[in-house]
Nanobody
């Protein structure tokens, strides 16, 4: 049974940092690209980053997070991560990790149609 479980969310002040983790079960993480998506209240769920399954770990980032967030993976541990720095109030959202439907990311990473499984999400709140 395929499962993805996110953790690491919480309340942080603007300018702060958090590192989200995604634990995969029921499949080999190394066989798929992995994405992170987020959903803010009243808005649709959208992908913000994706990392290829290949050794080069090629990654794509949405413009809104580029330079502040870093996606990574540890295939041996079946874990993926999203390190978030310089957080802003507009980053407040529920964050999900998801399995991309291919080995490598494409520029359709922003669409939920590109993913076949995702977790239950973890809440990130950026507020003073």
């Amino acid at each position: 049974q395929v499962r993805l479980v996110e953790s690491g969310g919480g309340l942080v002040q603007p300018g702060g940092s958090l590192k989200l983790s995604c634990a995969a079960a029921g499949f080999r993480l190394g066989d798929y690209a992995i994405g992170w998506l987020r959903q803010t209240p009243g808005k649709e769920l959208k992908g913000i980053s994706c990392i290829s399954s290949l050794d080069d770990g090629n990654a794509i980032y949405a413009e809104s997070i580029r330079g502040r967030f870093t996606i990574s993976r540890d295939n041996a541990k079946n874990l993926a991560y999203l390190e978030m720095n310089n957080l802003k109030p507009e980053d407040t959202a529920v964050y999900y990790c998801a399995r991309f439907k291919a080995l490598t990311c494409s520029f359709a990473y922003y669409s939920t149609d590109s993913y076949d499984y995702w977790g239950q999400g973890t809440q990130v709140t950026v507020s003073s």
